[in-house]
């Protein structure tokens, strides 16, 4: 899995998590770009990739992401995927 496809996938999850076809993500982009991404949120989007991409990841993995450049990031390690690949 390359980086692009999870930011693919990422994406889907998110407009669907939130209601908004409009969301694009950016490796930078963090809970204080998109409305109502709060701590509830983070848990119905942590379960969702999880789901996802067969992956689990623990409470300091989830406090480490602080945007979804670095969700994508773990991901990849957990999937073996190729960070470098677009």
Same mark, same amino acid.
Request: glycine residues 4%; contains cysteine; proline residues 1%.
């Given at each position: 899995?390359? &980086?692009?496809?999870?930011?693919?996938?990422?994406?889907?999850? #998110? &407009?669907?998590?939130?209601?908004?076809? /409009?969301?694009?993500? &950016?490796?930078?982009?963090?809970?204080?770009?998109? *409305?109502?991404?709060?701590?509830? /949120?983070?848990?119905?989007?942590? $379960?969702?990739? =999880?789901? =996802? #991409?067969? $992956?689990?990841?623990?409470?300091? /993995?989830?406090?480490?992401? *602080?945007? $979804?450049?670095?969700?994508?990031?773990?991901?990849?390690? *957990?999937?073996?995927?190729?960070?470098? *690949?677009?």
């Amino acid at each position: 899995m390359t &980086r692009a496809e999870v930011f693919e996938t990422l994406n889907t999850i #998110f &407009r669907n998590n939130f209601d908004d076809e /409009e969301i694009s993500l &950016r490796d930078d982009t963090s809970s204080a770009d998109i *409305k109502d991404w709060d701590s509830f /949120e983070q848990i119905n989007l942590v $379960v969702a990739i =999880q789901d =996802q #991409f067969h $992956v689990k990841f623990n409470i300091d /993995e989830v406090n480490a992401m *602080k945007n $979804v450049g670095e969700m994508v990031d773990f991901i990849l390690d *957990k999937t073996g995927g190729c960070p470098d *690949k677009e």
